[in-house]
């Protein structure tokens, strides 16, 4: 099975929504309640990240480096 599984139509990983999510979650004083705001803030963040900074060709299988941030739980 691939490991791009979780990845939605617009190539974005659910850890990678989830990190960016929480780190939102953080930076805004950790007021629960927010989670979909959060999340979708997230996406949009991160599509916008992609529309600027061109996609590289993908990489190899095991040749991907691991995240330099880490991948924390966030659930909605």
Known sequence: M???ANTSE???THQ???AVAYSIFEQNG???GRDVENWLQAE???R???KRTPQSA???RGG???ATRPLLAYST
């Open 30 to 32: 950790q007021i629960p």
């Open 10 to 12: 617009n190539g974005l």
């Open 2 to 4: 691939s490991k791009r």
């Open 64 to 66: 991907a480096k691991a």
């Open 48 to 50: 916008e990240e992609r």
């Open 58 to 60: 993908s990489p190899s």
């Open 44 to 46: 949009a963040q991160l």
């Open 16 to 18: 990678e929504i989830a």
